[in-house]
């Protein structure tokens, strides 16, 4: 018995090694394959309906528009834009050296169909039913015509991935829409299989691209569940490169990669960042000078320090980053515990009966309901020290996304944690006022401030006609941020991406990092 | 009623109830299916909400989506998934087979093995080898199982490079879905192994000092027959639950597993179902873990009753 047992060990063992010799090198090798890591997984091959799907797929199906290194809207598939006085009709002459993978010509065409398909099936695009008219194609271009004045359509536009309505047209329900197959598109790469059971995505490149070459053959981005893991790939050399969309590759694992010696990375502002939210509409936050004491109470450089690992810069009271266009500067937010105590007792919060907790307008112990998601945890741990010094008590509660969706719509909290995308900074009025405007709603927004003068400049910027106007409101946006404190900013972060100094030329847009058509025309095989 | 009556109209009971409770408690957590669809920086209209509601049913009333829920059960419909963008029974289909691949072989092997070296083990309590082997398996049963699975990964994959780090496959040949699962099976298995290992050392000590194998002793047996002919067959009784039990929830088990290798099965997909409030697929994979679970102990009241006789009188 023993011996047969010590039989089945040494098979056992003898097989590791067996397998893992014989499977070595199982990569298909035809060709220059760029690999991407990422930890955003891909849940359904649907480009439509699957957020992380839509992001990968801006590569096959390039939007109309794109972000330019210094946040300015300029062409992609459009060769560029024009507006009318009255910033009613905007028009986009299409470039005319497009075609699909499967051969088609692209025409504008395709880009009046994708418009007019998105705004009647897709839920976020509805916004259009009740700003675009009429979508035309006059010539080379594509018109759209609004029954108001809209200055962020071109914005808009860098985010819609184009359609082929030789293949969309048939399809009722965009959003259930899946394909692992062959996506046709336009792009100099296309996704050729989606593989969900091996959490790999294939590009392949577009034989009827006519634009300037790309350098390597296939693109494979490979999905991970597991962020540790991920990191183990990219010292090991399976991935070229990682990737996240509005996230950067964790500061704590850059050493490890630096110390391989064959890590660079490429380093951006981020546009998106970590603030502290409040619930505008209850008590005391709704006090702009409680907000202003909570603004000093907050030790900015040690967050920064142990949030982000000293990878970005204290913010100002503007809380806008210097990454976004037509950034003002403002006050830095500044830590400093008895300005923060003084303001509050001029404000008539105090510690009458001497128990280390100052007393609301009530007579009430202060007690904060702090809402954090886990992703925040450690980062509410730490405001909730500053709030115990500056002697307002707190309550935490960690929960998971949806339920701080849930409960943040409700109104049931006074204090949470939580970030803005980058996209999330420019939506609505640009300039983080997605964020907060009242009449609006989302996942990841906030919705509490009803204050007329922010909702009037809102408005302002969503009508303005010229870049002048629309630059003097981000700068009334910013200073009104600085005034009223409706959110801090606890830092302005970089975005760090890693990649092998095997490969060269990588380029980062604000909007969506690395994944982005001229960064995939640029990279190439160092030499 | 007879005994087998009584028995299946008590699972019967069960199924009803386990399949309401499927219904209930995704809806008793905060969110629902549209909470979190669409991604944190997507802003939708009043009207879109509305239409998506509707489409998802969630428009209609509780007592209504029940009715909804239990007429689909009797079609067999397991519905569809709006995060997923698919019939539920398709999702589960695909990712079942990847689960039943990765962790049966764990399973059985972890059974076989965690049984017979158990026995082993607690017959020849006193031997050096088996104390040590003891030790071993201990460590293993105490170690927090996702560590072992990064250390298991960190060793075999990544600094001996033997293994993939992570999925299922890359080619989809035999051979190389065989070299990706090897070491989360053989991880699953030492799992399996450690904690089957564990009871029955234990169950063979408690038997092994009853006056039944002392007697054996006396009329002459070899030492292996005592264990394998008589010592064993009670001793494995509380192994015989706990494998049932493990067989219940084999679709949902390997969830640490799934995730440190990045492998999409039926754990990472109830996980994730869980944090996105997908209904749908909490409900259909609810409902097979819940006929597995049933099942099992059925399988498991059956053995015990051919193998304990006092069951079968009572």
């Known amino acids: 018995m023993r011996r047969s047992l010590y039989k089945l060990t040494f098979v056992l063992l003898l097989s590791i090694l067996i397998l893992g010799t014989v499977c070595q090198g199982g990569e298909d090798s035809s060709g220059t394959v760029l690999k991407i890591g990422t930890p955003n997984v891909v849940k359904s091959a649907s480009i439509l309906g699957d957020s992380n799907m839509g992001v990968l797929a801006h590569l096959s199906n390039p939007t109309l528009m794109k972000m330019a290194e210094d946040g300015k809207i300029v062409g992609l598939t459009a060769k560029s834009y024009e507006v009318s006085e009255d910033g009613k009709v905007w028009t986009f002459p299409i470039n005319d050296d497009l075609y699909w993978s499967d051969g088609q010509k692209f025409t504008p065409d395709d880009v009046q169909f994708t418009f007019s398909y998105l705004r009647d099936n897709y839920p976020a695009a509805g916004w259009m039913k009740n700003t675009v008219d009429n979508i035309s194609v006059e010539g080379d271009a594509v018109v759209f015509k609004l029954n108001k004045p809209y200055s962020r359509l071109n914005l808009e536009f860098a985010t819609y991935p184009i359609l082929a309505r030789h293949i969309w047209e048939k399809v009722d329900k965009p959003m259930e829409y899946t394909n692992e197959g062959e996506n046709v598109g336009y792009g100099p790469f296309y996704i050729s299989k989606t593989d969900l059971a091996a959490g790999v995505v294939y590009f392949l490149k577009n034989p009827y691209w006519k634009g300037a070459s790309p350098k390597f053959d296939s693109l494979v981005i490979h999905t991970y569940s597991n962020m540790d893991v991920l990191s183990l790939a ?25 110390d391989t010696g064959n890590f660079d990375f490429v380093e951006k502002d981020n546009i998106g960042l970590i603030f502290l939210g409040m619930n505008l509409q209850k008590e005391p936050m709704s006090d702009i000078n409680f907000r202003k004491a909570l603004s000093y109470a907050i030790n900015y450089s040690e967050i920064l320090k142990l949030d982000a690992l000293g990878y970005g810069q204290v913010p100002n009271a503007g809380f806008v980053p210097p990454s976004m266009m037509d950034f003002k500067e403002t006050a830095k937010l500044e830590h400093n515990l008895t300005q923060a105590k003084s303001i ?21 112990d202060i007690k904060l309901a702090f809402l954090t998601r886990t992703d925040y945890q450690r980062t509410a741990e730490l405001m909730a020290e500053y709030l115990k010094l500056l002697g307002i008590d707190s309550e935490m509660k960690s929960v998971d996304s949806s339920t701080w969706i849930k409960q943040k719509d409700a109104g049931e909290y006074d204090l949470t944690i939580t970030r803005s995308t980058p996209w999330g900074m420019l939506m609505h009025a640009n300039w983080g006022t997605g964020y907060f405007d009242s009449r609006r709603t989302g996942e990841g927004v906030l919705h509490v401030l009803d204050d007329p003068v922010f909702l009037k400049l809102c408005d302002d910027i969503l009508a303005s006609t010229s870049e002048d106007q629309l630059k003097d409101y981000a700068y009334d946006l910013q ?15 970089k975005v760090e991406t890693p990649y092998n100094r095997a490969w060269q030329g990588w380029y980062s847009d604000p909007l969506y990092g690395i994944f982005n058509v001229d960064n995939f025309l640029s990279v190439e095989k160092s030499k | 009623m007879s005994l087998a009556a009584k028995k299946v109209s008590r699972y019967i009971i069960a199924i009803i109830i ?26 939708l209209t009043d009207s879109s909400v509305t239409t998506l509601r509707s489409e998802m049913g969630l428009d209609r009333s509780f007592s209504q989506q029940y009715l909804d829920y239990w007429r689909s059960i009797l079609k067999l419909d397991l519905g569809y998934s709006f995060h997923r963008h698919s019939p539920v029974s398709d999702i589960i289909f695909t990712r079942m087979k990847w689960t039943l691949l990765l962790a049966l072989p764990s399973l059985l092997l972890g059974g076989v093995l965690g049984t017979v070296l158990g026995a082993l083990a607690g017959w020849r309590c006193e031997n050096r080898s088996q104390k040590m082997k003891t030790a071993f398996f201990l ?6 199982p996702y560590f072992l699975c990064l250390l298991a990964l960190y060793l075999f994959s990544f600094k001996f490079a033997l293994f993939p780090l992570k999925g299922f496959y890359d080619t989809g040949s035999a051979l190389d879905i065989a070299h990706h699962l090897f070491l989360p099976i053989l991880v699953m298995t030492l799992f399996s192994l450690s904690r089957n290992y564990m009871i029955m050392r234990g169950s063979i000590l408690q038997e092994k000092s009853s006056l039944y194998a002392t007697y054996a002793r006396a009329k002459g047996l070899y030492d292996a027959e005592i264990l394998f002919r008589h010592v064993f067959k009670n001793a494995l009784l509380p192994i015989i639950t706990l494998l049932a039990m493990d067989f219940g929830f084999i679709l949902s088990g390997a969830l640490f597993v799934e995730i440190v290798f990045s492998m999409d099965g039926m754990g990472n997909l ?45």
């Open chain 1, 234 to 258: 990219l010292e090991k050399g399976d991935e070229d490169a990682y990737y996240k969309y509005a996230g950067t590759y964790p500061y704590a694992s850059m050493q490890k990669l630096k």
């Open chain 1, 344 to 364: 509050l007792a001029d404000a008539g919060y105090k510690d009458t009966n001497a128990n280390g907790i100052v007393e609301g307008k009530d007579g009430k």
């Open chain 1, 479 to 493: 200073d009104y941020y600085a005034e009223n404190l409706p959110a801090i900013a606890l830092y302005w972060s």
């Open chain 2, 18 to 43: 386990i399949f309401s409770l499927n219904f209930v408690i995704p809806r008793a957590m905060p969110g629902d299916p549209l909470t979190n669809l669409l991604g944190e920086d997507v802003i």
């Open chain 2, 139 to 144: 460590g293993v049963y105490c170690t927090p």
């Open chain 2, 270 to 314: 109830i996980y994730d179902a869980l944090l996105s409030r997908d209904y749908p697929v909490l409900q259909g994979s609810f409902l097979i873990i819940t006929l597995m679970v049933v099942s099992a102990n059925l399988l498991a009241d059956i053995l015990y009753s051919r193998l304990d006789p006092r069951v079968r009188w009572h």
